[in-house]
């Protein structure tokens, strides 16, 4: 989910704002993990956050996803 929410980010106009709670905490993983530049409230889940940029290690991610996407079985043929 994550990743999901990353290519989200990616996609958009940086900066971001965000204020929902989930989205939040999805923010800390991603900024723990190197893969965002953003500005966080300190109190868990609430506030407004900032997302500045998807650094290279983000992107890095995100096209590795894409490409494992990309070079995977479909579930449908595990099952013949």
Do not use: Y
Not at 26 to 45: F, K, Q, T, V, Y
Not at 63 to 68: C, I, K, M
């Amino acid at each position: 989910m994550p990743l999901k929410f990353l290519r989200e980010i990616e996609a958009g106009t940086l900066p971001k704002q965000i204020t929902k709670p989930g989205d939040i905490d999805l923010l800390r993983l991603l900024l723990h993990a190197g893969m965002i530049e953003a500005e966080l409230p300190d109190a868990a889940g609430s506030g407004l956050a900032m997302v500045n940029r998807v650094t290279g290690f983000g992107r890095a991610w995100l096209a590795a996803d894409e490409s494992s996407a990309k070079t995977s079985i479909p579930s449908s043929a595990l099952r013949a």
